[in-house]
């Protein structure tokens, strides 16, 4: 059975709507093992659309064309794919050699498309390089040879995977004589070592050194004319030359598919070439390479995504700066062992006057026997304490000691929320005591710590008067300052009673506060009150508000930064776009050793996952630098820094800056991955 087998071969070209050009026309030729043919002919003949249907870069024909008696017309894309990679060699006129790489990478990429392992691909690689006499210029480039030797170097990669059919197109058309009779005499060799090598030639002298001859006119062949007897390699022989040709490769590789074999079926011989997939460490490789020819300018790309990134991870750590500098002064009111809690504020009646104005002065609905009962029985709570707390219609609460007057916005009863943290001078308030807030201290004067006061407020619609001791004076922190400036005073809740009830009326609690021994009861307790229908903290709720508006302020700020990102992305689909169109070439020439679509496409996304990985890295040093810088100067003029960067915006931004990239990198991928492989070979 012959190894080539063309039978009824027609292949037409649409070139308009309403015409059509064939280029071959009833084609029936075989080839046996150990040939070495030219095809010749005028251009446009044929020979090269020829070349290319046996080569399996165009597979839309008409006919069959048998491959030891598989028609190749009738695979799938991946096993045409695997046809290339494991029985094909191509030999191309301009070598189309991949200028960034060595001359060693250059003939190791056919076995890196095949995931076949370093060391093992370097062996082969030199003694490919060996048998052509390059095996001292394998760490040069290919513009540091000589057009012979870049030559010879095609030919080595031509022959890395064995394949059984050598396809060589004008050869030695860019070549002076004493070169191409060198080139020739190696060719000739690898026929002899039982290798079907085809060439396209218009050389007479090329054609001399074949053992036959095909001449191809208008898409016919016109001549098949045989120089020598075809010397047919036998199988015991032809093994021994694959032992001699891969002696240094280890035992792995013999082990991959034949294609030959009669007993393995397509579908079976396809799932094993699954396996030698270019992986995507090794996509990461070549396109690190790649990314390499093109440094700067990948780099300026690099700092342009890295601006966006840097910018949305400011603006985030900005708003984390500014929603910690809150919380720890919102949480300066509070003692963590005590829970606040408030009964929830109804429906205000119209018709009662009462009720308007208490809404008003920001009256809170009272406690019940039955409510405090039921908080007192919950789990964790050692006690609970009743309170007072209501905001002041102005001027009708104060404060006053001798001619110095005080007034007052709020009365807050004192309760185990206070600590001695809260307290800038003198001591917590006992019976018959008030605390002072900062700045009713700085309008009754600074002696007045131990002095009697006299106190005039109107709760809970009564007017009351009362003298008390200012045991201290309150304070919410350094970074608080709100708690300071507005006039309130602190009382116990019994005296607050006593007030009202030398007016004939009764004080009952607004306010319930829950201690408790830990405070991870307390902060469990939090949310079982919510859910049980109760209010909670006055300041937590004012705190959760400003936290929500920081949060929205924070995500509208980082999406205003975003839009650089999209900038960004727009910029690397331009550059990878840019850079299929430099190296259509190359990538027919991958599709042409074997590559898959889904190969090239790896490649173009691997470049895009490095500049993503390479810009987000850079784009968070750079906003860590800079927040150093800003909270210094935070620290020195607010005391609190304002900006902080954590690990998840970190993780975050490196994240989001791959993803970004990558995504942006789908479409120029997506089109290297669809190019015609011929098309591709043809561009120059």
């Known amino acids: 059975m012959a190894l080539l087998e063309l039978k009824n071969i027609n292949k037409s070209y649409k070139v308009n709507e309403n015409q059509i050009f064939q280029a071959l026309k009833e084609i029936n030729v075989s080839f046996e093992k150990g040939e070495l043919v030219s095809i010749i002919g005028e251009s446009g003949s044929g020979k090269s659309t020829m ?5 399996g870069l165009d597979s839309k024909f008409e006919g069959e064309l048998l491959v030891e008696g598989k028609n190749i017309g009738s695979f799938s894309e991946k096993q045409l794919d695997a046809y290339r990679k494991d029985k094909i060699g191509f030999v191309f006129q301009n070598c189309n050699l991949i200028p960034h790489l060595s001359i060693l990478e250059n003939v190791t990429i056919a076995l890196t498309l095949s995931n076949v392992g370093k060391e093992e691909r370097i062996e082969r690689a030199k003694h490919a390089l060996a048998q052509v006499g390059l095996e001292k210029h394998m760490n040069k480039k290919p513009n540091q040879l000589s057009g012979g030797q870049r030559q010879r170097v095609a030919i080595a990669r031509a022959l890395i995977n064995e394949p059984e059919i050598i396809l060589a197109d004008e050869p030695t058309g860019a070549l002076d004589s004493e070169t191409t009779e060198q080139v020739l005499n190696i060719i000739k060799e690898i026929a002899g070592r039982g290798k079907l090598v085809i060439m396209v030639t218009h050389s007479e002298k090329v054609a001399a050194y074949s053992s036959r001859v095909i001449q191809i006119l208008d898409g016919q062949i016109i001549k098949d004319q045989r120089n020598t007897e075809v010397e047919v ?3 015991v022989s032809h093994e021994s030359i694959q032992e001699n040709m891969e002696k240094a490769t280890n035992s792995s590789s013999a082990k991959k598919a034949e294609f030959t074999s009669e007993t393995l079926s397509l579908e079976t011989q396809t799932a094993s070439t699954v396996k030698q997939n270019l992986s995507f460490f090794s996509a990461i490789k070549l396109a690190a390479n790649n990314m390499k020819q093109k440094l700067k300018r990948n780099i300026l790309v690099a700092l342009g995504v890295s601006i966006g990134i840097m910018s949305v991870v400011m603006m985030l750590a900005l708003g984390n700066g500014i929603k910690a500098y809150f919380s720890n002064m919102i949480e300066s009111f509070m003692n963590p062992l005590v829970v606040e809690v408030s009964m929830p504020q109804g429906e205000v009646d119209p ?18 026997e039955e409510n405090l009962k039921e908080l007192a029985a919950l789990d964790g709570v050692v006690r609970v304490e009743e309170g007072f707390q209501y905001i002041a219609i102005a001027g009708t609460n104060s404060v006053s000691y001798g001619d110095k007057k005080s007034e007052l916005m709020g009365i807050v009863s004192a309760t185990s929320v206070l600590t001695e943290s809260n307290i800038a001078e003198g001591k917590l308030p006992e019976e018959g005591e ?19 006061v006299t106190l005039n407020a109107v709760i809970e619609g009564k007017n009351v008067t009362g003298e008390f001791v200012v045991s201290g004076v309150y304070t919410a922190g350094e970074n608080n300052t709100m708690a300071d400036v507005n006039n309130s005073i602190y009382m116990h809740y019994e005296d607050m009673a006593k007030l009202l009830e030398e007016q004939g009326a009764t004080l009952a609690p607004n306010m319930a506060y829950l201690v408790t021994e830990d405070e991870s009861v307390a902060s469990q307790l939090k949310e079982t009150i919510v859910d049980m229908g109760y209010g909670g903290s006055t300041q937590e709720v004012m705190g959760d508000q400003m936290m929500t508006m920081l949060d929205i302020l924070t995500l509208v700020l980082a999406g205003i930064a975003g839009i650089s990102l999209v900038v960004s992305s727009i910029m690397i689909l331009v550059v990878l776009y840019i850079s299929v169109v430099e190296r259509t070439k190359e990538i027919g020439l991958l599709r042409a050793i074997g590559a898959r679509s889904k190969d090239v496409k790896r490649i173009f996304v691997s470049e895009a996952f490095l500049i993503g990985i390479c810009s987000g890295t850079l784009g968070i040093t750079i906003a860590y630098v800079i927040s150093i810088f800003v909270n210094k100067v935070s620290v020195e003029i607010f005391d609190v820094q304002l900006m902080n960067i954590t690990i998840p915006y970190v993780v975050a931004g490196v994240i989001i800056s791959t993803v970004v990239s990558m995504i942006a990198g789908l479409f120029p991928a997506n089109k290297a991955a669809q190019l015609d492989p011929v098309d591709s070979l043809r561009t120059e």
């Open 434 to 452: 008030i605390l002072v807030n900062k700045s009713s201290f700085e309008d009754l004067g600074e002696d007045i710590i131990g002095k009697t």
């Open 351 to 368: 018709n009662d006057p009462m009720a308007s104005m208490q809404a008003v002065i920001g009256s809170k609905p009272t406690f019940k």
């Open 51 to 55: 070349m290319n249907l046996i080569g």
């Open 233 to 235: 390699v036998s199988e």
